[in-house]
């Protein structure tokens, strides 16, 4: 019998918020989410210049967590999940740390999509999801060798999900994703005619 392994594995963290944030009401981080989209001008402006679908406060507000006492919490508990995930990783950060380096909202509505991406300077990147409507569109990841695979054939339809070269995660409401920021990913379209709604980071080693 052939001896078969898995070499080089990529991790997706799952948890639910509430482990370690059973205060925040998540009604309360949805209306937060939607208040601080109105009233962010400078935000608005930004998603309409670049043609951004919906909006995004992160190119005008980098200080979510002290400006708004719910994102202060919502850090302290995103902190508790990578800490989490970092040991499964097996991170030997020596005397440094890992810290948050950027919070922003993700406002996607019917049609927008968020196309694929990395985060190329951070170590752990990931999402809590504020709304999740019905028919909205999940999470995609790619195999990240996949720009080294010009000559393979495709995978089975039915392959194992380690094997397969996309793999879709679908959150609920209240989930946290973690993953390594080199891991790209994007978010399809959304076909539901309600807004899709979450907040992403990104973990910093220093």
Known sequence: MPDLSSL?????????????????????LEASCLSI??????GQAWCEENDFPGYTSYASLT????????FADLTRALDAHVAAFAEDLEF????KSLMLEDLWINI??????????????????????????????AIKFE????????????????ARAP??????????????????????HEVP?????????SVSFNYRWG
């Open 8 to 28: 080089f594995v990529t991790r997706l963290y799952r948890a639910a918020l509430s482990e370690h944030a059973p205060a925040i009401d998540p009604a309360e």
């Open 108 to 137: 996607l509505p019917e049609g927008g999509i968020h196309t694929g991406h990395l985060h190329p300077h951070s170590v752990i990147s990931g999402t809590t999801y504020v709304a999740m409507p019905e028919g909205t569109s």
């Open 92 to 95: 030997d950060l020596g005397d």
């Open 63 to 70: 200080d979510l967590g002290w400006r708004f006492p719910i």
């Open 163 to 184: 094997l397969r070269t996309f793999h879709y995660e679908t959150p609920t409401v209240g989930d946290v994703l973690l993953w390594e920021s080199w891991l790209r």
């Open 37 to 42: 989209a109105e009233d962010d001008e400078a």
């Open 143 to 158: 195999d990240p060798r996949l720009p080294m695979m010009m000559a393979a054939p495709v995978r089975k339809k039915d």
């Open 189 to 197: 379209m959304n076909m539901s005619e309600d807004d899709r709604i």
